[in-house]
T-cell receptor, first 111, second 118 residues
Framework: GENVEQHPSTLSVQEGDSAVIKCTYS??????FPWYKQELGKRPQLIID?????GEKKDQRIAVTLNKTAKHFSLHITETQPEDSAVYFC??????????FGTGTSLTVIP | GAVVSQHPSRVICKSGTSVKIECRSL??????MFWYRQFPKQSLMLMAT?????????EQGVEKDKFLINHASLTLSTLTVTSAHPEDSSFYIC??????????????FGPGTRLTVL
C-alpha cells in the first residue's frame, strides 16, 4: 500500500496559536487529500479535504494546502481552542481505490 | 445522508471463539466497503476491501482465513474474526463509499467495534 507519513507525531500549542501538520505520501496517482479528526474511542471525522485540481482550501479556522509535485499536503488550524485537542490523520487516496491512513498527530491545545 | 452503522459496538469473547461484526450503509448503496483495525495509540490500518458480490481484497499480512469478509448485499458487509485470540483485541472500524452520490470521493465511517478477547 501507499506509504503515508505525518509530522510531527505530537504537537502542543497554546490556546489561540496556530498548528500545522504535514502529510507526505508516495503514490503520485493520489488525487484526493482528506484530513480527519479522531477523538478517543470514536470514528474519524472528516474536517477538510482537497482535490488535486486545487492548491488550497479554507473553511473558517481550518485550511489545507497541497503540493502535488512534492507529494505532501498540510493541515493548518488557526486560533486553536481546547476542543481542537485530538488525533489528526491524513488519508490520501485515488478515486475508486483504497485509502491508507497516515501515522497520526496528537494535538494538545493548552488553555 | 451517508450514514454507516456497525454492530455490535462492544464485544467480549473467550479465546478460540469466533466473532461477527456487521457494517451497514443505511441510506445509500455501497458497492465497496473497507475494514480497518486500530490498536491503542496507533493509526487505522486497512485490513481489506470488501466488494459486493465478489471476494474481498486483503492487504499484505492480513490472514484471509482468519478474517472472513462477506459482502452479500449492497448495504451489508460482515467481518468474522475466527478463532479469536487476545492479540486480536482491537478497535475495528468499517467505512463505505457512496460512488453514486456527490461525495463519491469520501469514505463514511461506522462507529467502530471494540473487541476484547479474554
Amino acid at each position: 500500500g501507499e506509504n503515508v507519513e505525518q509530522h510531527p507525531s505530537t504537537l502542543s500549542v497554546q490556546e489561540g496559536d496556530s498548528a500545522v501538520i504535514k502529510c507526505t505520501y508516495s503514490d503520485s496517482a493520489s488525487n484526493y487529500f482528506p484530513w480527519y479528526k479522531q477523538e478517543l474511542g470514536k470514528r474519524p471525522q472528516l474536517i477538510i479535504d482537497i482535490r488535486s485540481n486545487v492548491g488550497e482550501k479554507k473553511d473558517q479556522r481550518i485550511a489545507v494546502t497541497l503540493n502535488k509535485t512534492a507529494k505532501h499536503f498540510s493541515l493548518h488550524i488557526t486560533e486553536t481552542q481546547p476542543e481542537d485537542s485530538a488525533v489528526y490523520f491524513c488519508a490520501p487516496g485515488n478515486t475508486g481505490n483504497q485509502f491508507y491512513f497516515g501515522t497520526g498527530t496528537s494535538l494538545t491545545v493548552i488553555p | 445522508g451517508a450514514v454507516v452503522s456497525q454492530h455490535p459496538s462492544r464485544v467480549i469473547c473467550k479465546s478460540g471463539t469466533s466473532v461477527k461484526i456487521e457494517c451497514r450503509s443505511l441510506d445509500f448503496q455501497a458497492t465497496t466497503m473497507f475494514w480497518y483495525r486500530q490498536f491503542p495509540k496507533q493509526s487505522l490500518m486497512l485490513m481489506a476491501t470488501s466488494n459486493e458480490g465478489s471476494k474481498a481484497t486483503y492487504e499484505q499480512g492480513v490472514e484471509k482465513d482468519k478474517f472472513l469478509i462477506n459482502h452479500a448485499s449492497l448495504t451489508l458487509s460482515t467481518l468474522t474474526v475466527t478463532s479469536a485470540h487476545p492479540e486480536d483485541s482491537s478497535f475495528y472500524i468499517c467505512s463505505a463509499r457512496d460512488l453514486a452520490g456527490k461525495r463519491y470521493n469520501e469514505q463514511f465511517f461506522g462507529p467502530g467495534t471494540r473487541l476484547t478477547v479474554l
